[in-house]
């Protein structure tokens, strides 16, 4: 097993990113990383949890000897009917009180880590979402960066805790060793030796398994998303409909289940192996434990034992034998989470160095002056040889309204998200006022920036949210929400809901109000208008609506951008009419620029284009 998944272990597709690496030095940074940051969010807990440990070590050797002296006690008692009871109550009521306090000391402890832990998934989550918030746009189009996000989601709090835990366990452990030895040393010292030679094998066993199952994490990492993915297909109320319409359910079932067993049997198959592995380890400790056994007898026969010291002995063998167990399977599930925690912070340094683009500081050039300039601009995703974008070249003057028409996949999108600084051209410029994009500060730049996405977002939250995301500096400024909302059309509607503005949207999240098409697009232009950027940039959101709506939009988008210097994109050439300049874009380039008027008298690609689709809006 351990053979072939080291074959089949995927690797990282991301050019210029440095392997993991699994050196035991880099574990153990990582590890003591995630010590420090128990350490800085913890003290108390960490200061609490170690003062448990001391004591709960030296209970079990405390209660090993009251149960000695009870014994012999008793023992006595039965010897001598007419004995004194009052040490044996006595032994009682410690014994008694001592497992009180141990009882109460665990839960206490379990309160306490399960405080720690939420703080920690609180703050590794919040750590986690700071990375995937920063990172270029374009690491969410590379597999490889959602594989790894795939493993560091759930319990992170647990898995930082765990090893300290684990650590401060075995230290409770070698406690209780320590004193167990110390009494065995003085009955037998061949009582120790079997003791310690019991834990090699155990510990040898138990992590080479925890190396294997992390492994195992890894491989399996991309099947298990897939039938994440399948499962929330099926449960998704947006899906539910082509699914039933499309009779897409048994298909998708049979899918997830096929996904499912492939992991399931691949990590039975490991538990398989580890379990043969455990029953041996069980033969072997009690093949230990009837030799430290047949010591003891020996030792019946040649000393003066009492009943109560035999029992104790017994007991301190097993006691040796189970914490020198313990500390092997510890030291495994630290060295398991180790693994786990050098993945995190292995996504947390997730670069890839051809999407690193500049920080600028420079601040956006506001009102422009001379304009927008395109200059051979080429962009390839990550992992592409392939350009969707290639040389690409032209100007926007201040207040000019431009329309970049094409065919599906020609482009249009690639190079708003570039205008934008989402995505980093491959090489060529984009500059404002002959500032380029990469000095200018991205929140300032997105500041300034409006865009309207063909996939833009519908947001599960009352009304006034969904419009004053927009700028979220202005958050409660309701005025100028239903400012924007009247101008929009977005007030009509909102007005008859029950809550009005408070109105959730969609069925998500409350008993909100479903919206159409053409309402949900009134509320995104109402969230770029409330924006109220210098330039503002319509990316196909009408795409789902008929010729008609679409058109309705558009002229209200027109009155709306009026002295703004504002960009219409789209497949469909019923918006081309209102723009001053038209820019035709195919498999990636521009291949025409000119008005309407202008490209219909070429007789080229746009007049084509217009030709073929003016049966729409005849």
């Known amino acids: 097993m351990r053979k072939r998944l080291k074959q089949q272990r995927p690797q990282s597709s991301i050019a210029g990113r440095r392997p993991p690496r699994t050196g035991e030095r880099m574990k153990m940074k990582h590890l003591l990383k995630s010590v420090r940051m128990v350490w800085k969010l913890g003290k108390a807990w960490l200061i609490t949890t170690i003062l448990f440990s001391i004591i709960a070590g030296l209970i079990p050797v405390t209660a090993l000897w009251i149960t000695k002296e009870l014994i012999n006690a008793v023992a006595n008692l039965i ?271 997730y670069e890839n160095q051809a999407l690193i683009s500049e920080t600028g500081t420079q601040p956006f050039p506001a009102p422009l002056k001379t304009g927008i300039e395109i200059d051979a601009v080429t962009f390839s995703y990550p992992g592409q040889d392939r350009p969707v974008l290639q040389n690409v070249s032209f100007q926007i003057r201040p207040g000019e309204k431009v329309a970049i028409v094409g065919e599906n996949g020609s482009g249009k999108t690639t190079l708003v998200k570039c205008l934008m600084g989402l995505y980093p051209v491959t090489s060529g410029s984009i500059s404002l006022d002959g500032l380029n994009i990469k000095q200018i500060d991205k929140s300032d730049l997105y500041q300034h920036i409006t865009v309207i996405f063909q996939d833009y977002m519908r947001y599960s939250y009352s009304a006034h949210d969904n419009i004053a995301f927009g700028d979220i500096e202005r958050l409660d400024d309701h005025p100028h929400v239903q400012e924007v909302a009247a101008t929009s059309g977005v007030d009509e509607f909102v007005q008859k809901f029950p809550n009005g503005y408070n109105t959730y949207l969609g069925r998500f999240l409350q008993d909100g109000e479903d919206l159409s098409g053409g309402q949900w697009q009134k509320i995104a232009l109402a969230r770029a208008l409330f924006r109220d950027g210098d330039v503002i940039i319509l990316d196909e959101p009408t795409a789902a609506l008929d010729p008609h709506a679409e058109m309705e939009v558009f002229r209200q988008f027109e009155s709306l951008t009026r002295d703004k210097t504002s960009i219409f994109i789209s497949h469909r050439m019923s918006a081309a009419r209102m723009a001053d300049r038209i820019i035709v874009m195919k498999d990636g380039q521009v291949v025409e620029i000119g008005s309407h008027e202008e490209l219909i008298a070429l007789n080229a690609e746009y007049a084509q284009m217009y030709g073929a689709q003016a049966k729409w809006y005849a």
């Open 79 to 349: 010897m001598d009917q007419a004995g004194d009871y009052r040490l044996a109550l006595s032994l009682l009521l410690l014994q008694f009180l001592i497992s009180l306090f141990s009882s109460v000391m665990t839960n206490w402890q379990e309160y306490l880590d399960r405080k720690i832990e939420l703080r920690l998934d609180h703050d590794l989550q919040q750590v986690i979402l700071a990375k995937t918030t920063s990172v270029p746009l374009a690491y969410f189009d590379i597999p490889d960066f959602y594989h790894h996000l795939s493993r560091v989601q759930g319990n992170q709090g647990s898995r930082f805790v765990s090893p300290i835990r684990n650590l401060l366990n075995i230290g409770k452990s070698g406690i209780v060793i320590g004193s167990f030895l110390i009494y065995l040393f003085t009955v037998h010292w061949s009582l120790v030796l079997l003791s310690l030679v019991a834990a090699v094998p155990i510990f040898l066993v138990q992590r080479k398994f925890g190396n294997s199952k992390f492994r195992l994490f890894l491989f399996q990492t991309p099947l298990a998303r897939e039938a994440n993915y399948t499962s929330h297909l099926l449960q998704d109320r947006n899906a539910a409909k082509e699914i039933r319409l499309f009779g897409l359910a048994s298909h998708l079932a049979k899918r997830w289940s096929d996904r499912f067993w492939r992991n399931a049997n691949q990590s039975l198959k490991l538990l398989r192996k580890q379990q043969l592995a455990d029953v041996g380890l069980d033969g072997l400790t009690a093949l230990f434990y009837v030799g430290s056994a047949g010591i003891i007898i020996w030792l019946i026969r040649t000393t003066s034992v009492k009943i109560g010291d035999f029992v104790a002995i017994g007991q301190a063998v097993q006691g040796t034998q189970s914490s020198i167990n313990q500390i092997s399977m510890l030291s495994a599930r630290i060295y398991e989470e180790s693994l786990y925690i050098q993945n995190f912070f292995h996504f947390l340094e």
